[in-house]
C-alpha cells in the first residue's frame, strides 16, 4: 500500500510540474523510462558504439550487484544498496533491450 502511495504521490507531481511548467520531472518509473527510452535511441542513431559500450557496462553492472548480493561480506545496508542498485540497472537492461529490437525490427 505504501508503494502505491509513493507511485501516486510522483505520478501528481509529474502532471503538477507538467500544467505548471510545461516539464516532467522525471522521478517517476514510468517517465524515467521515457526519458531513458529517448535518450538511448539517440545514442543509438548518433553512436552506436558508444551505445553498445553502455550496454556492455550495463550488464556488467547487473552481474556485479548480483554478486555482491550473493557475498557474505556484504553488510545488510550495503546489500540493500546492492539491491537497489541491481533493479536500477536491470530496468535500464530492459529499456536497451527494448531498444535494440526496435531499432533491429525496423530495420528489416
Known amino acids: 500500500m505504501a508503494e502505491l502511495r509513493i ?3 510522483q505520478a501528481f507531481a509529474e ?5 505548471d511548467n510545461g516539464k516532467f520531472l522525471y522521478k517517476h518509473p514510468l517517465i524515467i523510462h521515457h526519458s ?3 535518450q538511448l535511441e539517440d545514442m543509438f542513431q548518433d553512436n552506436p558504439d558508444d551505445f553498445m559500450d553502455e550496454y556492455a557496462n550495463c550488464r556488467d553492472n547487473v552481474k556485479r550487484y ?3 548480493l ?3 561480506k556484504r553488510s545488510g545496508n550495503q ?4 539491491r537497489e542498485n541491481l ?3 536491470q530496468e535500464r537492461s530492459i529499456v536497451f ?3 535494440l529490437s526496435t531499432k533491429s525490427n525496423g530495420d528489416k
Request: glycine content about 0%; aromatic content about 8%.
Open 15 to 19: 502532471l503538477q510540474s507538467f500544467n
Open 79 to 82: 546489500k540493500k544498496k546492492d
Open 70 to 72: 550473493n557475498s557474505e
Open 97 to 99: 533491450k527494448e531498444v
Open 36 to 38: 531513458l527510452r529517448r
Open 7 to 9: 507511485r501516486n504521490l
Open 87 to 89: 533493479n536500477k540497472h
Open 66 to 68: 548480483k554478486s555482491f
